[in-house]
């Protein structure tokens, strides 16, 4: 035999729609706050991935600029001496005797480049940077080492770089034992008289200043370029 329950009253009827609406009212305020909290997380998290990008971009940007202020400063002061070394070179070809020719050799290859270091120091200053070393190799090379003037964005960092530079003598021009010296055409280089070759003779017949090889090139040609360490 079934039993049948009796109906809710009205009133019951009415607390429990006003319980389960408290109810639901309840999970729409937890999922509102849920949501708030995790988009407050997520703008969170992007604005700090933008200062972590933003700042590694700055410091990326800074390294090269140190960089590239190196490489000028070593670049100029081997481009220096390079052009010194042409010059002499020109001034032996130009000179009316061979006394004036041999006047051009036989000196350290340091003597024609003393301005190298102002030079180097010019063109680090030119790139936002500051020439903190600067000294010459063995081989002809020159070392630049440079400090960014300014600092990378969000810290008290300067960047620094070093560079180096070198000469090679591709025509003219030669060294022997740190001396400069002129091709003579044959294999030597000659940085005086006493390197071979003859004496010249005067007007008179008599024995003069050793002459200048009988072969040698029209110009010299020294080229620079950067290397490792």
């Known amino acids: 035999m079934r039993t ?9 009827r009415r607390l429990a729609r006003v319980l389960r609406g408290r109810a639901r009212t309840l999970r729409d305020g937890e999922d509102g706050a849920m949501n708030a909290i995790l988009c407050g997380m997520i703008v969170l998290l992007l604005a700090v ?3 972590v990008i933003i700042t590694l971009g700055d410091a990326v940007a800074d390294r090269r600029s140190a960089n590239s202020a190196a490489d000028a400063a070593a670049l100029a002061a081997a481009d220096y001496c390079a052009d010194r070394l042409e010059d002499a070179y020109q001034a032996a070809v130009r000179a009316p ?3 004036g020719f041999w006047a051009q ?3 350290p290859v340091s ?6 270091f102002e ?8 790139n936002g940077a500051t020439l903190t070393d600067f000294t010459r190799l063995s081989g002809n090379r020159f070392r630049a080492s440079v400090t960014n003037d300014g600092q990378v964005a969000g810290t008290d960092l300067h960047n620094g770089s070093t560079a180096t530079a070198q000469l090679t003598f591709t025509s003219g021009v030669c060294v022997r034992n740190g001396l400069l010296g002129v091709e003579d055409g044959l294999g030597t280089c000659r940085t005086s008289p006493g390197n071979g070759g ?6 008179n ?5 050793p002459a200048r090889p009988s072969r040698y090139p029209a110009n010299a040609v020294v080229d620079t370029q950067l290397v490792a360490g």
Do not use: I, L, W
């Open 119 to 126: 030079q180097a120091q010019a063109y680090a200053r030119s």
């Open 49 to 51: 991935g933008m200062v």
């Open 111 to 116: 003597s024609y480049c003393s301005g190298a």
């Open 97 to 99: 005797d061979d006394e």
């Open 4 to 12: 049948e329950r009796p109906a809710p009253s009205a009133p019951k």
């Open 105 to 107: 050799f036989g000196k």
């Open 205 to 209: 017949g008599g024995a003069t200043a």
């Open 198 to 203: 003859g004496r010249g003779r005067g007007a």
